[in-house]
C-alpha cells in the first residue's frame, strides 16, 4: 500500500512539473506574441499562430500569373530579339504599393532573407508538376557584386533559386556567372543601357560547367529585361547553352 502511495506521488510531481513547464511556455509564447507579434510580410496584419511569413488571405489573394500553367509567354515576350529563351515564368504580377511590391522590398532591404525560401518552394513546388520544366540541368541566379553582397549579406536571389534547384532536383550553381560591375542606385539609366549591350556588367567563370546544359536563370523582377539580357549575353559564350527563366514577378 505504501509502495503504491509513494508511486502515485511521484507520477503527480512529475505530471504537475510539465504541467507548470507547458504553462510557463504559453505564457512566454503570449509574452512574445504580444510585444513582438509577427505579421503577414505583404499585407501587414497580424498572423494566426498556424500562419508563417505571409496570411493564408495573402496566400490566396496574391496576384500570381500562373505563365507556366498556361504556356503564357509574356516573360518570353519582354525579351524577344534580344535573347533566345526555352520557357521563362515569374512567380507574381509586381504591382506598385501592392503586396507584392512590400514582399519583395521586406526581402531586398529589411533583411527578410526567409521570404526567398518561401518563393522558392511555391514557385519550384508548381514548376516540378510541369513537363516543360523537366530537362533543366541546373539553377543559376542572377548575381550580385562582391561590394554590394558584403554591404547588404546576402543576395536576396539565393534562397529563391536554391529551393527551386531543390524542387527540381537539380544542382544550385552560383560560381559561373559573376558580377563584374557594381551598379549602384546613382548609376544611370544610359550607362545600364549601354552596359547591358556590352560584356561590362557580368563575366562567365567555369564555363565548362554550362556547356550543353539546360540552365534555369533565376532573377527578383524582370521590368525592363536589360539584366536579363545582359545576363544572356555573357552566358551564351557557352557552346550548345539553353537558357530559360523564372523571376519573383514581372512589372
Ligand atoms: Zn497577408
Redesign the pocket.
Known amino acids: 500500500m505504501y509502495v503504491l502511495w509513494q508511486k502515485l506521488k511521484r507520477y503527480n510531481i512529475i505530471f504537475l512539473l510539465k504541467f507548470t513547464i507547458q504553462v510557463i511556455i504559453a505564457i512566454l509564447k503570449s509574452l512574445i506574441n504580444l510585444f513582438f507579434p509577427k505579421v ?1 510580410y ?4 497580424y498572423l494566426l499562430d498556424n500562419e508563417e511569413t ?2 493564408t ?2 496566400r490566396h489573394d496574391l496576384p500570381t500569373t500562373n505563365f507556366h500553367f498556361s504556356n503564357d509567354d509574356s516573360v518570353k515576350k519582354v525579351l524577344r530579339g534580344r535573347a533566345n529563351i526555352e520557357h521563362a515564368t515569374a512567380l507574381f504580377r509586381f504591382e506598385k504599393e501592392g ?1 507584392v511590391q512590400q514582399l519583395i522590398h521586406s526581402l531586398k532591404y529589411k533583411g527578410y532573407e526567409h521570404i526567398g525560401e518561401l518563393l522558392g518552394d511555391w514557385l519550384g513546388g508548381e514548376l516540378a508538376e510541369l513537363k516543360t520544366y523537366q530537362n533543366i540541368d541546373m539553377v543559376i541566379p542572377v548575381p550580385m557584386h562582391p561590394k554590394k553582397l558584403k554591404k547588404r549579406g546576402y543576395n536576396q536571389v539565393t534562397k529563391f533559386g536554391q529551393q527551386i534547384a531543390e524542387a527540381l532536383n537539380v544542382a544550385y550553381v552560383d560560381d559561373v556567372l559573376i558580377k563584374i560591375t557594381n551598379t549602384t542606385s546613382q548609376t544611370t539609366k544610359k550607362r545600364v543601357a549601354r552596359w547591358s549591350n556590352s560584356n561590362e556588367l557580368f563575366a562567365l567563370r567555369n564555363i565548362s560547367k554550362i556547356e550543353n546544359k539546360h540552365i534555369l536563370l533565376v532573377d527578383d523582377i524582370i521590368t525592363t529585361g536589360a539584366t536579363l539580357e545582359a545576363c544572356c549575353l555573357v552566358l551564351n559564350q557557352a557552346k550548345h547553352l539553353k537558357i530559360s527563366i523564372a523571376t519573383m514577378a514581372i512589372a
Not at 42 to 45: N, P
Open positions: 503577414c505583404a499585407c501587414t496584419t505571409i496570411c488571405n495573402c503586396p
